[in-house]
């Protein structure tokens, strides 16, 4: 099971959905996938990034799914504080593997019904099966 955080760039809102990622084993970020696998028919998607389980965040221009040590001066993975700045931090490749348990996505394209529609109805059938509980 995979956390999916999927921005909207219109609205500048994001949502959380777990599922499944096995359909996303190999693919890129960068990449684009129909938004129907992960219950958002109609829409597109891309994937902007994410982090395997340890935390460490993926980087775009790291080919595979390894993790190595690098020199970073900015980016994702490392912010410094001062200017010219360098640090060696451990980075996970930008490719979608079994390892990693979160993907950030964003929305490319729209679909007829709006996100919190698809979304806020499992969130209700949840909120209301925990209260009968």
Do not use: H
Request: charged share 35%.
């Amino acid at each position: 099971m995979a956390k999916f955080v999927i921005s909207d760039p219109k609205t500048r809102k994001a949502w959380q959905v777990e599922k499944n990622a096995e359909f996303l084993y190999g693919k890129k970020i960068g990449d684009k996938f129909d938004g129907s696998l992960i219950s958002l028919p109609g829409y597109v998607l891309q994937i902007t990034g994410g982090t395997d389980k340890d935390g460490f965040p993926m980087r775009p221009d790291l080919e595979g799914n390894v993790r190595k040590k690098l020199l970073l001066a900015g980016g994702p993975g490392y912010k410094p504080r001062r200017k010219g700045v360098k640090r060696r931090k451990i980075i996970r490749g930008n490719t979608v593997s079994k390892d990693i348990v979160q993907i950030n996505c964003k929305i490319i394209a729209y679909g007829d019904k709006p996100v919190e529609e698809l979304i806020g109805k499992k969130e209700e059938k949840e909120s209301t099966e925990q209260e009968s509980k």
